[in-house]
């Protein structure tokens, strides 16, 4: 994936970042490698990472340094295998390489060594893009895209974005160990360059799936002057592969821009798989992930419903199905504060938790999170209807969140169509508010100054649940409305509850949730 910040709108599609004012002096003043807990630096590293209060504790990351979108996740051998793009240099985006995380459950993670990086002077020689992992005949086979430098003339550069000009193109590995540990790669590019005929606005992100005795792949792409499209391909073994004509294809909105993510000229990161008596398809563009459901036929698609994914700071979505067959749902949470800030704290970027998706009877997205998730619970309040309003006002105002790191599920009965939320101090400084208003016959949904639409009648009760976790919340609401906040200041006591409008609030369950490491995940970096 490629991946770009306008940081003054909070719109991403996922690259322009050492270009950004400073941020590539910065980067090469931070240390290229950091040796074990010899190091004095490391040593004062690993206390920052384990006591920064806005770095997530039940969320997967790396020890340190950038990450961004999932890569391949794949159930193999009784454990869940997530790689990711990485930078091991610096906390900004560079030098993409694949991470890798396993897990029993995914939930419980373990950081294990690097997976694959660019090969000097090979074909991903500027960077390990993104792709897909499947198993070929039970052997973990992955295709990502690999990126080399070209010059600005080029007529085979697919990538330009106004600071680089980029060849893509896709590149196949396949696992040499069980513990997907040592991948190799071919010597060769798989699909060496785009199909001839229109310019392209990009060429990566391959996504395959089995389909009959054939195996397909889509890719991320658009047509200069026409919109985004999503390219199909064809073939017997993953390594000689057909184009056949795009998946579907979006129009254009006139719109001029140098990164062409930016007005959905290009779709990145697509994700196509069947659900229910229907398919999915899911893009990366300006800005968030977009979901289309529709007919599969003939090998083209025909959207019928779309909506948003997440209306927050999420992008890049990958699937998998699990152990039992739930298609589940993973994204890359980025950050919204400037790279001087991402530098000087050691780390960016999170993963998302997991989701399982599934359709409503009117066929739209529903994400919900997966129910592992529960086992990180740990102590319990809860206010359910049976009791007297002012029991129920005793037990909200005795709540109290420690460390930032709780799940709500609640409902509330509105009696007008406003309300509002207050995660708050003891000392009554606001933290995050999550509100719900009516304007105009639609219902909105905000967490501080990000919106969603809210589906629903005027009135009718809101189920929100929520996951806070240092700097992330994480919130759904009614099934079929996500969206996931960064909030970066450290308030200065517990968390309360405060609820504001004319809503009541039918029932509340509180988590306090358990950490899944003892130093946020700062792993073999601080043996």
């Known amino acids: 994936m490629y991946h770009h910040m306008n940081r003054g709108h909070l719109h991403f599609s996922r690259r322009s970042f050492l270009q950004l004012s400073g941020a590539a002096a ?11 807990t010899t190091d004095p630096a490391n040593n004062a590293l690993c206390r ?191 390594r000689h592969w057909t184009y056949l004509h795009p998946l579907v294809e979006g129009p254009g909105n006139g719109t001029k821009s140098v990164n062409p993510v930016d007005t959905g000229e290009m779709w990145e990161c697509p994700d196509f798989f069947p659900l229910g008596n229907k398919h999915v398809l899911l ?38 199905l699990d152990k039992n067959g739930n298609r589940v749902l993973w994204g890359w949470i980025s950050e919204t504060r400037p790279d001087a800030d991402l530098i000087a704290a050691g780390w960016a970027g999170v993963m998302s938790l997991p989701r399982v998706l599934s359709l409503n009877a009117q066929n739209e997205l529903q994400t919900e999170p997966a129910p592992v998730v529960h086992k990180l619970r740990a102590a319990h309040t809860g206010i359910n209807p049976e009791q007297s309003p002012a029991a129920r006002q005793k037990i909200l105002d005795a709540i109290r969140i420690h460390d930032l790191a709780a799940e709500l599920d609640l409902e509330l009965r509105l009696e007008a169509d406003e309300f509002a939320i207050h995660l708050q101090a003891e000392t009554r400084e606001n933290f995050a508010t999550i509100s719900c208003t009516n304007r105009s016959g639609s219902r909105d949904l905000r967490v501080n100054d990000v919106a969603a639409p809210l589906a629903g009648a005027t009135g009718s009760p809101v189920h929100l649940h929520m996951f806070l976790d240092g700097s992330v919340l994480e919130v759904f609401a009614n099934k079929t409305t996500a969206l996931t906040a960064r909030i970066y200041q450290a308030p200065s006591s517990l968390l309360r509850l405060k609820l504001d409008g004319n809503a009541e609030l039918a029932s509340l369950d509180a988590w306090q949730m358990n950490p899944i490491s003892k130093d946020r995940l700062t792993g073999s970096l601080c043996l």
């Open 283 to 320: 893009i990366s563009t300006m800005g968030k992930v977009r979901w289309k459901v529709g007919t599969y036929a003939n090998q083209r698609f025909t959207p019928e419903k779309e909506g948003v994914v997440d209306w927050g700071s999420y992008y890049a979505a990958k699937t998998m």
């Open 48 to 238: 920052k990472l384990a006591s920064d209060p806005l770095r997530p504790q039940y969320h997967l990351m790396p020890a340190h340094n950038w990450m961004n979108d999932p890569n391949g996740p794949i159930f193999f051998h009784g454990r869940y295998h997530m790689f990711h793009q990485y930078n091991p240099q610096a906390a900004v985006w560079g030098n993409m390489n694949w991470a890798h995380a396993t897990s029993p459950d995914m939930i419980h993670w373990q950081h294990e060594p690097i997976a694959i990086s660019p090969t000097p002077n090979g074909y991903d020689r500027d960077g390990v893009f993104s792709g897909s992992a499947v198993l070929d005949n039970g052997k973990p086979t992955v295709i990502y895209t690999g990126v080399l430098p070209t010059t600005a003339s080029d007529a085979e550069a697919t990538l330009r974005d106004g600071v680089h000009v980029w060849r893509e193109m896709q590149c196949l590995a396949t696992a040499q160990d069980d513990d997907l540990r040592t991948w190799k790669k071919l010597p060769e590019p798989v699909i060496a360059a785009p199909p001839a005929g229109p310019e392209v606005t990009g060429f990566r992100d391959p996504y395959v799936w089995r389909e009959g005795n054939s195996w397909m792949l889509v890719l991320g792409s658009g047509f200069r002057g026409k919109g985004g499209a999503i390219l199909l391909y064809t073939s017997p073994d993953l």
């Open 26 to 36: 910065l980067a090469r003043l931070w240390p290229r490698r950091l040796s074990p």
